[in-house]
T-cell receptor, first 114, second 111 residues
Framework: EPEVTQTPSHQVTQMGQEVILRCVPI?????FYWYRQILGQKVEFLVSFYNNEISEKSEIFDDQFSVERPDGSNFTLKIRSTKLEDSAMYFCASSDVSSYNEQFFGPGTRLTVL | GQNIDQPTEMTATEGAIVQINCTYQ??????LFWYQQHAGEAPTFLSY????GLEEKGRFSSFLSRSKGYSYLLLKELQMKDSASYLC????????????FGTGTRLQVFP
């Protein structure tokens, strides 16, 4: 069964450093998303991406965040200068039809900012 | 604002039936999802409702009333492996595909 994959599973970084979280969505999917979940809190939407551009972003997704689809398979989330409050589980998701079909979530990357 | 409410925790016994409720107040509505999330893992899809009524899928059923802003997830013949968090998520309008999640309901199934 096709699945979304994410690397690394766990990333530890120093405050102020740049991190890139990587995702490989399901191959025939066209819509891509990043969500985050701070420990013990709810899953929060960060950004959606379609046709090589951001279609929507939340208030959390400020200038420190960017997304890219550098090739036909990868989808990345970059945080330019990490803050302590960026520590969270980051989930990538993909879907093949916007809004009318399920979003398939990857296993997540646990980001710890020290 | 967008608000989705679920009970924080529930407990039940193996073999029993449990109903997890979700109420929502969002700027619009274009569908409601239920996801299961085991600790430290990704959410996995359980059900989707966009019209009023009951959707049944094996041991799991989900109900939606749009006029009441209310949904429930019904789990029958509970098994120990059903111990997990159950997340209610709403698509808050027709021109978005983002999911707005509730805080989730942690279900513990006891033998």
């Amino acid at each position: 069964e096709p699945e979304v994959t994410q690397t690394p599973s766990h990333q530890v970084t120093q405050m102020g450093q740049e991190v890139i979280l990587r995702c490989v969505p399901i191959s025939n999917h066209l819509y891509f998303y990043w969500y985050r979940q701070i420990l013990g809190q709810k899953v929060e939407f960060l950004v959606s991406f379609y046709n090589n551009e951001i279609s929507e972003k939340s208030e959390i997704f400020d200038d420190q965040f960017s997304v890219e689809r550098p090739d036909g398979s990868n989808f990345t989330l970059k945080i330019r200068s990490t803050k302590l409050e960026d520590s969270a589980m980051y989930f990538c998701a993909s879907s093949d039809v916007s809004s009318y079909n399920e979003q398939f979530f990857g296993p997540g990357t646990r980001l710890t900012v020290l | 604002g967008q608000n989705i409410d679920q009970p924080t925790e529930m407990t039940a016994t193996e073999g029993a039936i449990v109903q997890i409720n979700c109420t929502y107040q969002t700027s619009g509505f274009n569908g409601l999802f239920w996801y299961q999330q085991h600790a430290g893992e990704a959410p996995t899809f359980l059900s989707y409702n966009v019209l009023d009524g009951l959707e049944e899928k094996g041991r799991f059923s989900s109900f939606l009333s749009r006029s009441k802003g209310y949904s429930y997830l019904l789990l029958k013949e509970l098994q120990m492996k059903d111990s997990a968090s159950y997340l209610c998520a709403v698509v808050p309008s027709y021109n978005t595909d983002k999911l707005i999640f509730g805080t989730g309901t942690r279900l513990q199934v006891f033998p």
